[in-house]
């Protein structure tokens, strides 16, 4: 059961039926839009599963976030909006993935050729030959698609810190790629 969160204001609940109240999030409110944000995540998706794990990254962001909403806003709207950034962002994510499996697979999946396959399998090697730090910095920044300053502020270091790592990053997987046997190392400053 979920228990409704009142804010610091309060506001006066709506005197129309069919719109929830604005100050809580209670479980009567929540089994008045499930229905609805189900059939919106369905119709962005068009499959039952992911609409279903949509409207859960929905649910647990709005109550994550719930102190950051607009006190007088409207709660079925500010689920929505949620709703469609939550699966904007997973379409993103969806294009960033498959643009590197092509890259690592080649451009004609159906009938790679072996050269491509092999080159493939030595990026792969060459990216895991790099410390744990800039494979993690590269695929944040380069796979995922994070800003640099989302990176910074997860690794609480500054913006121009970000840079210069990815830059040694980048730099040491380019020397292996091209044969040159140097070990990759990071500084860690802070």
Not at 58 to 76: F, H, K, M, V, Y
Not at 132 to 144: F, H, S
């Amino acid at each position: 059961m979920i228990r409704p969160v009142p804010l610091p204001v309060s506001a006066p609940a709506p005197t129309d039926d069919d719109a929830p109240p604005a100050d809580e999030l209670s479980d009567a409110v929540l089994r008045q839009l499930l229905p609805r944000l189900r059939r919106f995540a369905l119709r962005l998706t068009r499959e039952p599963a992911a609409a279903d794990d949509l409207v859960q990254a929905t649910l647990e962001r709005a109550l994550t976030r719930w102190g950051s909403r607009r006190p007088q806003g409207d709660i079925r709207a500010w689920l929505f909006t949620i709703l469609y950034r939550q699966f904007l962002d997973s379409q993103r994510r969806m294009r960033r993935h498959s643009r590197l499996l092509e890259w690592f697979a080649g451009a004609d999946a159906a009938a790679p050729s072996s050269e491509r396959q092999a080159l493939a399998r030595a990026s792969l090697a060459t990216f895991e030959l790099l410390p744990e730090a800039q494979r993690t910095l590269l695929w944040l920044v380069c796979v995922e698609g994070l800003s640099y300053k989302a990176v910074a502020d997860l690794f609480e270091v500054p913006l121009g810190t970000v840079m210069s790592r990815l830059s040694r990053a980048r730099s040491a997987l380019r020397g292996l790629n091209e044969g040159q046997t140097g070990a990759a190392h990071l500084r860690i400053m802070k």
